[in-house]
T-cell receptor, first 117, second 111 residues
């Protein structure tokens, strides 16, 4: 159990377009999901915390109008990179907190590699 | 900022135990120690966590010092598939607190 999926696994887009990345908890409900970004040879950087039915909380320095997060259900959160530019090229990873375990363990998706040309 | 410090890299021979240290000298009484690992180009994988007692599961053992200022993750019989970056993270358990990743330890298991 505790499987988190992401779609797509990789995407290539032109500069100026928008890209939507989905994060799903397949076998558990997640009231809270997190979005991370990882540049090559660097650690994961938390971008935002997504709570079902409410607005996301963004980390300092992350533009909320550029990285739109929607968490409309207990099993799905989406990250939309609007007007993508080459500097947005990165590995985007989501995680979902499973409350049923009592410790709210976070389980990570496999990641989405975004390349902006 | 991450509350932990780890060596940048370590090597381990296949079949031997890999001991990965972590310092968390400012850990609070209600904070747990979590370990995750990330194999290249994949999402992080949960390994183990503990509060103050030593813990063991099918993947690893976690040894926490009595003063809780440091811990060691032990992979008893490392395999080539254990080559990854290992992250030690402290956070309050039982909440949806965010995980703050440090730089981690890059473990290379060699034949």
């Amino acid at each position: 159990g505790a499987v988190v999926s992401q779609h797509p696994s990789w995407v290539i887009c032109k500069s100026g377009t928008s890209v939507k990345i989905e994060c799903r908890s397949l076998d558990f409900q997640a009231t809270t999901m997190f979005w991370y970004r990882q540049f090559p040879k660097q650690s994961l950087m938390l971008m935002a915390t997504s709570n079902e039915g409410s607005k996301a909380t963004y980390e300092q320095g992350v533009e909320k109008d550029k990285f739109l997060i929607n968490h409309a259900s207990l099993t799905l959160s989406t990250l939309t990179v609007t007007s993508a530019h080459p500097e947005d090229s990165s590995f985007y990873i989501c995680s979902a907190a499973r409350s049923a375990s009592g410790n709210n363990e976070q389980f990570f998706g496999p990641g989405t590699r975004l390349t902006v040309l | 900022d991450a509350k932990t410090t780890q060596p940048t890299s370590m090597d381990c021979a296949e079949g031997r135990a890999a001991n990965l240290p972590c310092n968390h000298s400012t850990i609070s009484g209600n904070e747990y120690v979590y370990w995750y690992r990330q194999i290249h180009s994949q999402g992080p994988q949960y390994i183990i966590h503990g509060l103050k007692n030593n813990e063991t599961n099918e993947m690893a053992s976690l040894i926490i010092t009595e003063d809780r200022k440091s811990s060691t993750l032990i992979l008893p019989h490392a395999t080539l598939r254990d080559t990854a970056v290992y992250y030690c993270i402290v956070r309050v358990g039982g909440t949806t607190d965010k995980l703050i990743f440090g730089t981690g330890t890059r473990l290379q298991v060699f034949p």
